[in-house]
């Protein structure tokens, strides 16, 4: 069976087990352990199951949001500069065409895989929003995150695990951590890898490239639950607020970016912006997707 063919079908499953009508679910892989301990950094504990982003969320994915959720972009979900890209150079993945109240979006040919950037955390939040209200009109607003007069609320996540609904999050900070860094299956015991890969090295990465690549192109650097590109690519966001500020993890395709942004013991704590290297990843809570 084809590549493609095992994707639809695990999309299509995802959207039946949701009640979500969307052709761009994000696909998952699983975390389970719940009860693992934090390691030095005090992070990477989750008492509860859940499934992550395989992937980073993509140009394509960010695309489909814009068009049910930006017609009239009220929100400034969409950034100019995502229209950066194709033949002509630059980092964007995805153009706008129309007028306030009918605007429509495309995916940039040949971007359509690689992850979305120049988002705030505040579209991420809005992003999970809209799918856990069911993708189409479904409310940005209010869900798992209250949005209102400039400041964003978030859901116990633990609470959600044990819902009977699928609700769709920012990654926490330690659920983040432990998809990344956290090896049930360890020689000499469970622990916590120094890279988001088995081993003790850095792993094959889009680091320090200066351009984006497809979500997944490094295969042979996938963390042990089977994540991709939670180093490199682009910086992801996580959902701690503290002081104004938000998480940012894993380390980007940005020219100056090294190999000790990879590390497990390097995090940001970063004011909300546009940049073209910060990005995000999703959680799946409750239903059948953390059971």
Not at 201 to 223: D, I, K, Q, Y
Request: charged content about 20%; some cysteine.
């Amino acid at each position: 069976m084809k590549t493609r063919t095992i994707r639809t079908l695990i999309t299509a499953s995802l959207a039946l087990t949701s009640g979500l009508a969307l052709a761009g679910v994000p696909e998952t892989v699983a975390v389970g352990n719940p009860g693992n301990p934090a390691d030095g950094t005090g992070y990477g504990a989750v008492a509860y199951a859940y499934k992550i982003g395989k992937f980073e969320v993509t140009n394509a994915e960010y695309c489909e949001f814009l068009n049910a959720a930006a017609k009239t972009d009220t929100y400034e979900l969409y950034d100019g500069r995502m229209a950066d890209g194709g033949d002509g150079g630059g980092w964007g993945g995805i153009t706008r065409n129309g007028s306030p109240g009918s605007y429509t979006y495309t995916v940039i040919d040949g971007r359509g895989k690689q992850p979305v950037g120049y988002v705030t955390w505040e579209s991420c939040a809005r992003f999970c929003n809209w799918l856990s209200n069911g993708g189409g009109k479904g409310d940005t607003e209010k869900g798992v995150y209250t949005i209102q007069n400039g400041s964003v609320k978030a859901t116990d996540h633990a609470a959600l695990a044990a819902g009977k609904e699928t609700k769709w999050v920012i990654a926490s900070e330690n659920e983040w951590y432990k998809a990344a860094y956290y090896d049930p299956a360890k020689s000499g015991g469970a622990g916590y890898w120094t890279y988001a890969t088995k081993g003790g090295s850095a792993p094959e990465a889009n680091l320090g490239s200066n351009n984006p690549t497809n979500a997944g192109s490094f295969s042979t650097a996938a963390s042990a639950y089977g994540t991709f590109d939670q180093n490199g690519n682009v910086w992801e966001y996580n959902e701690t607020q503290a002081d104004g500020k938000v998480g940012l993890r894993g380390g980007s395709w940005f020219i100056n970016d090294n190999d000790s942004y990879l590390q497990s013991a390097t995090r940001y704590d970063v004011l909300s912006a546009k940049w073209p290297h910060y990005g995000f990843r999703v959680v799946a809570l409750g239903g059948s997707e953390s059971k």
